[in-house]
């Protein structure tokens, strides 16, 4: 009687198969996620980049737009001491109509 008669491989049942199948399913599962995860975080990165570019764009060109409405109001409020007489007369205009539609 020889070694190989002593421990003769063991034949693999159907439950055996299964649970080498699912096995090997679970470290799949397992690269997969990992995969996932990766991808997952350097999207996040891209998208944290695109955010905080959006971000600085924004701040610039509303520091822009804030520029130009000073401008503009420094200058109505140039017209107004020139001459305020129309500024005078679309005030009471307009308060005159809130009367007149407040009475309705």
């Known amino acids: 009687m020889s070694l190989i008669d002593l421990f003769a491989p063991r034949r693999q049942t159907p439950m055996d198969a299964m649970a080498d199948q699912l096995d090997t399913l679970r470290r ?47 200058k109505g409020a140039e017209a107004v001491r020139r001459d305020p007489v129309p500024t005078i007369a679309l005030v009471g205009t307009a308060l005159l ?6 009475r309705r």
């Not at 999207?43 to 971000?55: K, L, P, S």
């Not at 109509?97 to 407040?102: D, E, F, G």
Request: proline content about 0%; overall charge positive.
């Open 97 to 102: 109509l809130a009367h007149l539609l407040s």
């Open 28 to 74: 799949d599962i397992r690269r997969v996620s990992r995969q996932v995860a990766s991808r997952a975080g350097d999207t996040a990165d891209d998208v944290g980049e695109v955010a905080v570019e959006f971000g600085r764009e924004a701040a610039r060109r509303g520091a822009h737009l804030a520029g130009v409405a000073s401008r503009q109001a420094i």
